[in-house]
């Protein structure tokens, strides 16, 4: 209204459920050692880049026609990584992709949630699940997680018989926790569960050995959808690309909610690179895998509590006062974190030079004023 000054969220007709809502994501500050959101510390190598620019530059001289829609090239190579990753072989129509796989979560509850149905997962877990949800108008309903952040594999399927919702979630590796399910809590969710059950492997390629993927339960699980990203793994959060293995059924479901050419021919292409070089990144993963078991070890040297983790990620506490913590270690030039149960941060497993800049400086914190 031309009278009363600039218009504001107060006069637009936003849903309820958003009034008052803070855009979701960490702060994304200006500092030297940065591991705070789970990225990859090492990002693709020169020669991957170069490729990356010349599959760019041959896209835009197409860019003229809408992406392929179905991009079944960039499905195909993503089951030749999975059946590489994890020995599960599929074929690409029980591939799907988006914009990371918080699209493709998304997606999941376009499909399936929606009002008067219901979603569940177990906390603490990842933050964008109940946005999903508010997004979708379905209703959402969070089971506990143990104290060691486990999921009790009778707890959840008795929440999940009681809820009867059409959407479950299962985080593994957990975020903010590091806790991967045994296929025993997947499996008793399954058994239950009158819906799709998501688990979401954002992490998975920095699981422990010995410890499974759901993927290997795909194939007696129709309503099973097994999430993964490209972005912590393979280097390329800035890329977006995310995707999911489930039955051809579930798939098609997607395909029904996705928005026409939602993947662009840029994403495709630069994803297709990386994909031809997964082996030498995933020889990167190792890295930072025991880097992560070092990291975890020597909180734990320190007398904190450390959360078991399968992700390129740490939590640990438990710190009278995480928040001045915190910002202890901001103030000694070190973003992570403050997230997950009150008393505990979380910090991304880094190059070895950025660990070692956290090390000092958490150190530095716990000695308190000198
Ligand atoms: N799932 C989990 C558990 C995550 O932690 C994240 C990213 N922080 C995502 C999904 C989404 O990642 P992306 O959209 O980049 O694939």
Redesign the pocket.
Known sequence: DVTDGPLGLADLPLRPELRGVEPYGAPQLDVPVLLN??ENPVPPSAAVAREMGEAVAAAARGLNRYPDREFLDLRADLADFLALESGVRLPPEQVWAAN??????LQVLQAFGGHGRTAVSFAPT?S?YPEYARDTGTRWVTGRREDDFTVDPSAAAALVEAEQPSVVLL?SP??PTGTALPAAVVEAVLAVAPGVVVV?E??AEFRRAGVPSALELLADHPRLAV?R????AFSL?GA???YLASSPAVVDALRVVRLPYHLSAVTQAVARVALRHSAELLRGVADLRAERDDLVAWLRDLGLEVADSDANFVLFGRLADRHAAWQGLLDRGVLIRETGPDGWLRVSVGTPEETARFRGALADVLAGPA
Do not use: F, H, L
């Not at 990371?100 to 979560?105: A, I, K, L, R």
């Not at 990203?229 to 912590?232: Q, V």
């Open positions: 959101v789970n990371g796989s918080n699209e493709v979560m990842y964008m985080a957990n975020n979401d954002a992490y999430s990203t490209m972005s912590k959060a977006r690309v995310g």
